[in-house]
């Protein structure tokens, strides 16, 4: 997908572009930072996240709420 947003700066590095975003992503969206996800990798089409397991993110069975793990 950002091979077509960023053309340019994706044909040169886009190692280093998905590097920024991973960075960014955690600290420019304020429910990550509150939440504390941490993006652990991205790439074309694909993410994965780190959600850490906190009491105040649970739900009424005690696990982690749909809306945090969205």
């Known amino acids: 997908m950002l091979r077509f947003a960023l053309p340019i ?5 886009s190692s280093a572009v998905y590097s920024l975003l991973r960075k960014r992503l955690g600290e420019i969206i304020p ?4 939440l504390g996800i941490e993006f652990v990798s991205i790439g074309d089409g694909v993410a994965t996240a780190r959600l850490p397991f ?8 005690g696990t982690v709420h749909a809306t945090a793990m969205f």
């Open 54 to 61: 906190r009491q105040d993110s649970t739900n009424h069975l």
């Open 9 to 13: 700066i994706f044909r040169i590095r």
């Open 31 to 34: 429910l990550n930072r509150l």
